[in-house]
């Protein structure tokens, strides 16, 4: 089958490879859908990062390897043990392989396991390949009605609902989301179907006129305005009651912190005073 592989930095081949065959608890996949993360282009441009060239201690996988872990596959087959999944079965991958049996993974917490190992960095396989071969425990059976392409964007999705959930935002409440690339557009739709009001920054046009087209109401071009003195204009000088860096670089990061509002926690007695200027007294 063909695959790309990951050798090295900047290093990236496109090979025949040997096609996976599932072992015992294992979920064999054709793949129809596999998104490229952000992760897998600080990959080639700066790795290794998470790959690696000695063996990783839960897989014993070193580069190369085949990248891509945003993906949804067709079940083809079964290794044994597997009875509750069927061949023509669509799934969308969890790309985490763990010990199942430390606390950690007893507990269900099994993202904190400190030796993850990442399908597509750490595992004998990848999504940009024809088949790839997956634990059960990482592969989700879609409900019916939803498409491949829609199963292939659960992975990314489900770090914008996380991030989402971790604003601690009502309805009415602003949040600023500073990043427009896809995590930050899956941030705004989460919240937007939540009632919660935003305000995005992104310096490309093209990025900013596809989250008008979304419906987004406040948009912001940080290379000509300065998005905290927006924000705060917007926000009655208070700022947003919380912020999402979605970009990853320190101007972003900058504005998220100086963008969002003190709130006034264990002061309850306090009374503002008259003739303040400031908005925190108004």
Not at 56 to 72: A, D, F, M, Q, S
Not at 157 to 166: D, G, K, Q, S, V
Not at 209 to 223: K, M, Q, W
Not at 234 to 243: E, M, N, Q
Request: glycine residues 12%.
């Amino acid at each position: 089958m063909r695959a790309a592989v990951f050798h090295g930095r900047r290093d990236l081949r496109l090979e025949t490879v040997a096609e996976p065959q599932p072992g015992p608890g294992d979920v064999k996949l054709r793949v129809l859908y596999n998104g490229i993360c952000g992760s897998d282009l600080h990959e080639y441009y700066d790795g290794p990062v998470t790959t690696r060239t000695t063996p990783h201690p839960l897989t014993g996988v070193r580069n190369p390897v085949i990248l891509g872990h945003e993906l949804c596959g067709e079940v083809v087959a079964l290794g044994a043990g597997i009875e509750d999944l069927v061949p023509g079965d669509l799934v969308a991958v969890e790309p985490l392989e763990t010990c199942g049996r430390c606390i950690y993974c007893s507990l269900g917490q099994y993202n904190h396991y400190p030796l993850l190992a990442f399908h597509g960095y750490n595992r004998a396989g990848g999504g940009l390949a024809e088949y790839t071969v997956v634990r059960r425990t990482m592969a989700h059976r879609l409900p019916p009605g939803m498409t491949a392409l829609q199963g292939a964007l659960i992975e990314p999705l489900a770090i914008a609902w996380h991030t989402a959930n971790r604003c601690e935002v009502e309805a009415g409440q602003t949040v600023a989301i500073h990043g427009a690339g896809p995590i930050g557009v899956g941030v705004f739709l989460t919240l937007r179907q939540r009632g919660v009001e935003t305000i995005v920054v992104d310096p490309s046009p093209a990025r900013r006129a596809v989250l008008a087209g979304l419906g987004a109401r406040s948009l912001l071009d940080p290379a000509s305005s300065d998005p905290v003195a927006a924000i705060r204009d917007l926000t009655g000088g208070r700022g947003a009651h919380a912020s999402v860096d979605a970009a990853g670089v320190p101007n972003s990061f900058q504005a998220m912190l100086h963008g969002t509002r003190v709130e006034r926690i264990g002061i309850s007695n306090a009374r503002p005073v008259q003739g303040c200027p400031q908005p925190c007294c108004a």
